[in-house]
């Protein structure tokens, strides 16, 4: 009896814990994760990762080969079981090493359940996955299943989009999105890169980023992050209203340039800390950081533009963070809009005359989006919607900017760019 890789013990702790404690990214930047070797890091990354993003998929493979509803199984070998058949039908790893070491994960956690996962991790690798319910005649099925969406939010991008974009959405949502860069313009780098549709964006695939940006040579971010940022990028003052981690209020610098200045407010002391520690990496010098509520935030005059990035849900999000689409509930959706309405409420007083505000959050949920920003424009007739510079075209959406993982393979972000009358 051997005990089972390393990466597969995390991979199964970092599973359960996830559940009702600390996120995915949290978890796996915990100094237990970190202090791995490399090889096994990477390993657990892709076990982690992708068991989440096609747990749905996994579960259909799953439930004719158990007696009894899996979630009536005890969740440690329900994990167990998922993790095994992602390795099986997703990955290049032996059938024959996958099902053993699975069964020696459940001899650690549940040893009287190490038959079962024997028997049905063997059935599985002989009788490979079953068909997938067709998406053009069976979407709700289809994105329940392959779709890897819980129902609830399978059934409301069905109602709020049409099936079609709710298929594209979802398939979107299985892989990684592009992993999107800016470069630091304080630094010369040899790096061979491809622009994207923000400026200043760049990609390259295949590069190891992860050395570069700990150098501060590149910022790794989103392109739908990116593109709030240069939609915000209008002075000379700009304050950034929940700044952490710090990816915008650097890049809003870097386009204001040394005529430039931005504050940025952040709540939290640790999170304060880390961007403090980012812009002493990237090398900023027209950015001040205070920390603060946006709320009631602890200022003492206009800015030309004020960015709330608020807080939300995240479900624009669901390819690089999976474990989202497990933890999210329906009903966070109104508590953070509330939250939104009260963040637009607080800031709107601090945008001069003639200035602009930025509202945009990383979710393309109606509730979080058109619906608190429309309200708002009916209660403040001095805020309309602004001009969008031509580069942005692409990314319209009516009055309001968009970007669709489905289409950019990006992060989905919500923006509406607000002018105050002068």
């Known amino acids: ?7 597969r013990r995390f991979a199964l702790a970092v599973l359960l814990d996830i559940e009702h ?20 890091r990477d390993f657990l990354h892709e076990l982690a990762l992708g ?6 998929r996994l579960d259909h493979a799953l439930a004719r080969l158990v007696s009894r509803p899996l979630l009536e199984l005890d969740p440690s070998v329900l994990a167990v079981l998922r993790l095994g058949a992602h390795q099986i039908l997703n990955l290049r790893v032996p059938a024959r090493a996958a099902v053993n070491e699975s069964v020696e994960l459940a001899r650690e956690v549940q040893p009287a359940a190490s038959g079962l996962v024997n028997a049905v991790l063997r059935r599985l690798d002989r009788e490979g996955a079953p068909p997938l ?25 069905i109602a709020n989009w049409g099936a079609a974009v709710a298929v ?15 470069a630091n313009p304080r630094r010369a780098t040899a790096l061979e890169s491809a622009p994207l549709a923000v400026p200043g964006a760049l990609e390259a695939p295949g590069a190891d980023l992860a050395a570069l940006s700990r150098d501060g040579a590149v910022y790794v971010q989103d392109l739908g992050s990116q593109l709030v940022a240069a939609l915000a990028a209008s002075g000379p003052r700009v304050l950034d209203a929940c700044a952490a981690p710090g990816g915008k209020s650097t890049m809003i610098g870097d386009l204001l340039g040394d005529g430039g200045r931005v504050v940025a407010i952040e709540r939290s002391a640790a999170r304060l800390r880390s961007m403090r520690r980012l812009v002493e990496r990237w090398g900023s010098t027209n950015l001040a950081i205070v920390r603060g509520d946006a709320g009631r935030p602890p200022l003492g005059a206009s800015f030309d533009t004020v960015l709330l990035d608020a807080p939300c849900s995240g479900l624009g999000t ?23 309405r009260a963040l637009l409420e607080a800031l709107a007083p601090w945008v001069r005359s003639g200035g602009r505000l930025v509202f945009s959050v990383c979710s393309l949920e109606p509730e979080e989006t058109r619906d608190v920003v429309t309200p708002f424009l009916a209660r403040h007739s001095e805020f309309q919607p602004a001009e969008r510079p031509a580069w942005c075209d692409r990314f319209r959406d009516g009055e309001f900017v968009v970007s669709k993982p489905e289409r950019d393979g990006s992060d989905g972000f919500f923006a509406a760019v607000l002018q ?3």
């Open 1 to 7: 009896m051997t005990a089972a890789s390393p990466a």
């Open 168 to 182: 594209e959405r979802a398939t979107a949502g299985l892989v990684p999105p592009i992993t999107a860069f800016r």
């Open 21 to 40: 404690g600390p996120t995915l990214g949290e978890r796996l930047a915990e100094h237990d994760v970190e202090a791995l070797p490399r090889r096994e």
């Open 318 to 340: 669901l390819a690089r963070h999976p474990d989202l689409r497990w933890r999210a509930r329906a009903e966070d959706l109104p508590r953070h809009a509330e939250r939104q």
């Open 51 to 56: 068991t989440l993003r096609s747990r749905g």
């Open 420 to 422: 105050r009358t002068a």
């Open 133 to 157: 319910p067709d998406p053009l005649a069976e979407p709700l099925a289809w994105l329940t299943s392959g779709g890897s969406l819980p129902a609830w939010i399978a059934r409301r991008w």
